[in-house]
C-alpha cells in the first residue's frame, strides 16, 4: 500500500504517462489538488483512460499531509498535483509524513514550467531562484520576491517570475498589476528595471494555447496574457540567447 | 508536417505520455538522441506502444539540426529527447532552424532532473544556476563550472551538479573523482567546501534503482552510484529543508 503523488504535467489527461496510468488503475481512491495551479482535466476522458472517477480536494485537504498519508495505510491512494510534484509547492510534507508513519510515498515526475519555460529560448543552466508573485489582499502585500530577483541580478542570472494564478476577492492577479507592483518595489529600492527592460512572457505553457512574448517592459505591460502567466527578466545574456529570443519578435 | 521533439522524461518508455504517444504514431520517421544522457528504451516495447521502430542518431546528426528541420518539409519526423526537451542541453537551435526554413517545430515536454531533483527535500525555488561537471580529457579540464557554484553560494542559492554521464577514453566521471576535482578547485579559489560540507547525491532519479544520500563531503565521497549521477551543494537552509533531509539520513 502507498500513497502515489502524481504529476499531471503542463496540459490535461493526456499529459499522464503509461506507467502513472498503471498506477492509476490499481488505486482505490483518486484525489485531485486543484488550488495551486490551474488543471484542464476532463473528468470523463480521465474516467475512460483509467477507470477511476476524480474526488477533487481543497487545500485543507492537502495541508492535512498526515492524515492523508495514514488513509493509505490499507490502500492504494493516488493524489493528482499539476506539474511536477516537488517542483513548485511544499509537498515534501508527504514524504516526511510517511517516514514518519512508515508509510511507502512514492513521487512520480512530470512535466513542469519550471523547465517548460526553455522553450522562450534562454538556458535554463543560468536561472536563478524562482520568484512568486502573490495576489495581493488588502492588507497583504508582501515583497519579498523582489529580494530573489535582486540576488539573481547582482550574479548575472535570469529571473523567473510565477504568477499565482488563484482569484483573491473574486479576481486574478494580471501581468500588468504584476509588473506594475514590481516595478513600484524597484522604484524604492535598487532601480534596476526601466521601461526598456527585456521582458519574456508566457501564458499556458506546454498547452495547446501557449503563447511567448518578448518585449520592453512598456510594451509586454500592454499584452493581455491568459492564466497560467509566468515572466522572466533576465540576466547576462550571451549571443545564442540573444539570437533565440529573436524566435519570438 | 512538423518536426516533434519530445521529451521522454527520465525512466523508459513507459514514461511516454498519451499525446506523445498519439504525436509518434502520425510520424514517419523516429529518432533517439542518446548521447546527451543515459537512455533506457526497450525498442521492442516502443514498436508496441507506437508502431514504430526506433533509429538511434548520434551527436552529429542531431547537431545538424537545419538538416533535421528540413526533413520534416514534406513528413511528419519524430526526435526522442532524455528528459525534458530544452531543459540541458542545446535544442533551443531547431526552433531557430524552423522558423528560418518557415517548418514547424513542437517541443513535448516531460520530466527533467531539473525538478524532480525536489525529491531531495530542498526547495527548487532556491535554487541558483546548474553546473554541469564534464568528464574530462587528457588536455581539457574545464574550471569554469566552479563559478557557477561560487555566484550561487554568494547569494545563498543551492547548487545542483550534473555529472557528465559520457565515457571519455573508455571511463565515466564517478562521483568522487566529481568531487575531489571540484574541492581542487575550491582550494585553490575560494575555500568554500571543507570535509563536513554537507552534500546530497542523487542516482537514477525518476527511476525504480533512484537513490538518494545526504551526508559531509567526506561521507559522500564513498558513495559508489551509478549514472546518472547529480549532486546538490545547499546555500542557505531554512528549517523546513533542514528536516526534510532527514528522510535519508
Given amino acids: 500500500m502507498a500513497l502515489h503523488i502524481i504529476g499531471i504535467g503542463l496540459g490535461d489527461?493526456?499529459?499522464?504517462?503509461?506507467?502513472?496510468?498503471?498506477?492509476?488503475?490499481?488505486?482505490?481512491?483518486?484525489?485531485?489538488?486543484?488550488?495551486?495551479?490551474?488543471?484542464?482535466?476532463?473528468?470523463?476522458?480521465?474516467?475512460?483512460?483509467?477507470?477511476?472517477?476524480?474526488?477533487?480536494?481543497?487545500?485543507?485537504?492537502?495541508?492535512?499531509?498526515?492524515?492523508?498519508?495514514?488513509?493509505?495505510?490499507?490502500?492504494?491512494?493516488?493524489?493528482?498535483?499539476?506539474?511536477?510534484?516537488?517542483?513548485?509547492?511544499?509537498?515534501?510534507?508527504?514524504?516526511?509524513?510517511?517516514?514518519?508513519?512508515?508509510?511507502e510515498v512514492k513521487v512520480y515526475s512530470n512535466a513542469s514550467a519550471l523547465t517548460a519555460v526553455g522553450l522562450a529560448g534562454l538556458s535554463l543552466y543560468k536561472f536563478g531562484a524562482t520568484a512568486s508573485v502573490p495576489n495581493p489582499e488588502e492588507n497583504f502585500k508582501p515583497e519579498s520576491f523582489y529580494e530573489i530577483f535582486e540576488k539573481n541580478q547582482r550574479v548575472g542570472l535570469h529571473t523567473l517570475f510565477l504568477i499565482d494564478p488563484n482569484e483573491k476577492n473574486g479576481k486574478k492577479l494580471s501581468l500588468k498589476e504584476a509588473l506594475e507592483w514590481l516595478k513600484k518595489i524597484d522604484s524604492k529600492k535598487k532601480k534596476l528595471i526601466t521601461s526598456k527592460t527585456k521582458i519574456i512572457a508566457c501564458s499556458n505553457l506546454g498547452r495547446e494555447k501557449q503563447k511567448i512574448q518578448v518585449g520592453s517592459f512598456e510594451e509586454i505591460k500592454k499584452q493581455e496574457l491568459e492564466h497560467p502567466i509566468c515572466f522572466i527578466i533576465p540576466g547576462e545574456l550571451n549571443f545564442k540567447e540573444e539570437e533565440a529570443l529573436k524566435i519570438y519578435s
Same sequence: chains 1, 2.
Fill in 13 to 103: 489527461e493526456n499529459g499522464l504517462t503509461l506507467s502513472q496510468i498503471d498506477t492509476l488503475k490499481k488505486c482505490s481512491k483518486v484525489f485531485l489538488e486543484d488550488y495551486t495551479n490551474v488543471v484542464h482535466i476532463n473528468e470523463k476522458n480521465f474516467e475512460k483512460i483509467t477507470g477511476k472517477k476524480i474526488k477533487k480536494v481543497g487545500r485543507d485537504f492537502v495541508e492535512d499531509s498526515e492524515k492523508l498519508v495514514s488513509s493509505a495505510k490499507n490502500e492504494e491512494i493516488a493524489l493528482l498535483v499539476s506539474g511536477d510534484p516537488l517542483s513548485a509547492t511544499t509537498h515534501i510534507e508527504f514524504l516526511l509524513d510517511g517516514k514518519k508513519q512508515n508509510i
